[in-house]
C-alpha cells in the first residue's frame, strides 16, 4: 500500500505540512518519497522582478534555491527514517499541475501528497490551485493536507540573494 509517493515541493510552510504527512504515511507503509520542486514560466517571471537589481543568472539562481530546498525536505525524511529522492524540473513545458502529474505517471507513483492552502471564493479564482487540478487529473489518488489556519491567509516569502525577504 502506497510504496512509491509523490510530493510537490514549493517551500511554503503549507508544502511543509504536506511533506509531514508524507512523511508520516511513508512510514506507516514503508514506502519511499519522491520529492518534485517544479520551475515554471511564473517562478521565472517572479525571479526576474525580485532579481532586477541582480546581476546573475536568475535561472541558477532558481535551480541553486530549488535544489536547496529539495536536500532540506530530503533530509528531514531521512531524519525520519524514510528514504526520498529529489527530482527538480525546470523544462517549463507547461503549467505546475501538469508537470507533477507527468512525474507520477514517469515514477510510477501511488499517491501524491499535497499541502494546500483551503483557499475559497475569489482568492482561488484568482490564485488558481495546482493542488484542485492535480486532484482532478492525477491517474493516481491524491491526499490534500490542510494548512493550518495561520498559513491560509500568509503572504508567502522567498529570499533574494542580498538576504532581503520578497513577497511571492
Do not use: C
Request: charged share 25%; no cysteine; hydrophobic share 45%.
Amino acid at each position: 500500500m502506497y510504496q512509491r509517493i509523490l510530493v510537490p515541493i514549493d517551500g511554503s510552510s503549507t508544502s511543509s505540512r504536506g511533506l509531514a504527512e508524507a512523511i508520516q504515511l511513508a512510514k506507516l507503509t514503508g514506502g519511499r518519497l519522491r520529492l518534485v520542486h517544479v520551475i515554471d514560466e511564473l517562478s521565472f517571471a517572479l525571479a526576474m522582478d525580485a532579481y532586477s537589481g541582480y546581476a546573475g543568472n536568475w535561472l541558477e539562481e532558481l535551480r541553486a534555491n530549488a535544489t536547496k530546498l529539495l536536500e532540506t525536505a530530503r533530509a528531514k525524511a531521512a531524519g525520519e527514517g524514510i528514504e526520498a529522492d529529489t527530482v527538480l524540473i525546470d523544462r517549463f513545458k507547461g503549467a505546475v499541475h501538469d508537470q507533477v502529474i507527468a512525474e507520477a505517471q514517469a515514477s510510477n507513483a501511488e499517491l501524491i501528497v499535497i499541502g494546500t492552502h483551503g483557499r475559497r471564493g475569489i482568492g482561488r479564482w484568482v490564485m488558481g490551485s495546482s493542488a484542485e487540478h492535480i486532484l482532478r487529473m492525477a491517474p493516481v489518488p491524491v491526499l490534500l493536507v490542510r494548512a493550518p489556519e495561520e498559513a491560509r491567509t500568509e503572504h508567502e516569502r522567498f529570499t533574494l540573494p542580498s538576504g532581503e525577504v520578497a513577497i511571492q
